[in-house]
T-cell receptor, first 112, second 114 residues
């Protein structure tokens, strides 16, 4: 099976940098994704790491170390609108079909 | 382009009743998914479909059924609703077949079973 661990909540102030960690256990690993979800909204895709290293998209970056089964999402120059839940998800193979298995989410609270 | 639409937005249902949650996408995506989201448990896959005419079971399929008669529609049916099926249900789609595929989510259906 698959399992993921990420902190339940992180707090930070506007303009700061925050890192949300994710460790995983899975077989048939194909990559780590990150999704953002605002309260009452739908999850939206942020980033994907298929290989080790850092992927940067604007203020957000995501890192993967496959040997450590570990990744993180880095949010820079935090804004109030970044207050949301962030989910890591592993791509794993299940009976020939790639699926996403989601972590339980990290709630980020950004204060002024 | 609407992306993915779900209906209804919310529903209160008596236990034992049958209910179908509707999902339609206009992106011509091959793969579609149904998730449920419960507080503290994240998103859990109920059923999925690789392509029209095929379906498969996810992590929590019991009590749910799906069909995929065409590319665009992927309805989820609760044959006899129970209170433990109270949840927020999200439909999603992806182009399919590529490890970098992004999943696009619908706005969700909030279902309460009493």
């Amino acid at each position: 099976g698959q399992s993921l661990e990420q902190p339940s909540e992180v707090t930070a102030v506007e303009g700061a940098i925050v890192q949300i960690n994710c460790t995983y256990q899975t077989s048939g690993f194909y990559g780590l994704s990150w999704y953002q979800q605002h309260d009452g909204g739908a999850p939206t895709f942020l980033s994907y790491n298929g290989l080790d290293g850092l992927e940067e998209t604007g203020r957000f970056s995501s890192f993967l170390s496959r040997s450590d089964s570990y990744g993180y999402l880095l949010l820079q120059e935090l804004q109030m609108k970044d207050s949301a839940s962030y989910f890591c998800a592993v791509r794993a193979m299940n009976t020939g079909f790639q699926k996403l298995v989601f972590g339980t989410g990290t709630r980020l609270l950004v204060s002024p | 382009i609407a992306g993915i639409t779900q209906a209804p937005t919310s529903q209160i249902l008596a236990a034992g009743r049958r209910m179908t949650l509707r999902c339609t996408q206009d992106m011509r995506h091959n793969a579609m998914y149904w998730y449920r989201q419960d507080l503290g448990l994240g998103l859990r896959l109920i059923h999925y479909s690789n392509t029209a005419g095929t379906t498969g079971k996810g992590e929590v399929p019991d009590g749910y059924s799906v069909s995929r008669a065409n590319t665009d529609d992927f309805p989820l049916t609760l044959a006899s609703a129970v209170p433990s099926q109270t949840s927020v249900y999200f439909c999603a789609s992806s182009a399919g077949g590529n490890p970098t595929d992004t999943q696009y989510f619908g706005p969700g259906t909030r279902l309460t079973v009493l």
